[in-house]
C-alpha cells in the first residue's frame, strides 16, 4: 500500500497516506503508533481537500478488503456483520472512524459514524457534515446522531474551519431539511457573528471571496454588507459586496423578495455609497 510522491501542499494525501498506514499495522502491529500519526495528520488536513482524502481512502479500503481476508484466514463475512479488522479500528483507535466511513460500503459508514467518540480537528467534523448528504438513509441519521453527540465539545475555532462547507450544504441534495434546520443551529449558535466577520474581513486568500459568496445567498447577511465592502482586505471580497449593495437589490425583487427586506437593502446601499464617497481609507475603488 506504498503511496506515490505527495505534494508539499497536499495535506489530505498526506492524511491518506497515514491512513493507508493504520490499516497496514492493523494486520500486524504499532496500531497506536499509527492512530497518532494519522490524528496528527488528520489535524493539519485543510477542510478544502476533503473530496480528495475521501476519494483516496476509499480506494484504499477496496484493496485493503481481499488483504485482509486473506491474510487473517477469514471467510468473506457479510457486509452487515463487521470484520475482526474494523472493530479494532472502531474501538481501538481514536482515528479508526474517520477512516471507515469513507468506505464504499453503507454498512460500514453507518458503523464508523455511530462510532465516533469525539472530533479532533475541523477535517474531522468536515467528515461528519458530508455524510448528512449520504446516498443511504441509516448513514444520513448516524451522521446527524453523531454531530447531536458531539454538539456540546465543538469549540467556535473548529466551526468556523467548516463554515465554508456549512454553507455549501445548501446546494446538496439528499440532505433532510431537519438535518439542514439542526446544521443551521450548531453553527448559528456556535460561530458568533463578530469573530466570523473578522475572520472573513481579515483573510486575503480566495476561500474568503467563496464564503463572501455564499454568505450574499442568504438574506440574514444584508446587514453586513457596507462591513464587507468598507472593511475587507480581499479585493474580491470587497468586489462582491459592492455589487450586491449596488445592484443586488433587483435580483431579491426577481426572486420574490419581501418589501421589508428590499427596504433594508436600499437603505445599506445608500449609506454605504455615501461612506464610500467621503471616507479615503475605504481602499475600495480598485475593486
Known sequence: MRGPHVRPGNSAERAALAAAALMETSLSADVQGADMRLLAQLTNARVGDLRHYVERVRRLLRDFVPRESGKQGYWFSPRSRPTATENLLL?????????????????????????????????????LIVRLNDWVEEVRQAARLALDGQA????????????????????????????RVALDRL?????????????????????????????????????????????????????????????????????????????????????????????????VWRA
Not at 469513507?102 to 467518540?117: H, M, N, P, T, Y
Not at 456540546?152 to 438535518?179: F, T
Not at 471571496?209 to 475587507?232: K, Q, Y
Open 91 to 127: 474501538d481501538g483507535t481514536r482515528s479508526g472512524a474517520f477512516v471507515l466511513m469513507c468506505s464504499r460500503d453503507g454498512f460500514k459508514r453507518q458503523r464508523a459514524l455511530e462510532a465516533v467518540r469525539e472530533v479532533p480537528s475541523g477535517f474531522c467534523l468536515g467528515l
Open 152 to 179: 456540546e465539545s465543538l469549540k467556535s475555532g473548529l466551526l468556523l474551519e467548516c463554515y465554508e462547507l456549512y454553507l455549501s450544504s445548501s446546494d446538496w441534495g439528499r440532505m433532510r431539511e431537519v438535518d
Open 187 to 283: 453553527f448559528g449558535q456556535g460561530v458568533p457573528r463578530d469573530l466570523l466577520m473578522t475572520s472573513i474581513t481579515a483573510r486575503r486568500d480566495d476561500r474568503a471571496v467563496n464564503t463572501a459568496e455564499r454568505m450574499l445567498r442568504r438574506g440574514e447577511w444584508d446587514s453586513e454588507l457596507p462591513t464587507l465592502a468598507t472593511t475587507a482586505c480581499h479585493w474580491g471580497v470587497r468586489l462582491k459586496a459592492l455589487r450586491a449593495l449596488f445592484a443586488g437589490e433587483h435580483r431579491w425583487l426577481e426572486h420574490a423578495c419581501d418589501e421589508d427586506r428590499f427596504r433594508r437593502r436600499s437603505i445599506a446601499s445608500f449609506s454605504s455609497i455615501e461612506r464610500l464617497a467621503t471616507d479615503p481609507q475605504a481602499c
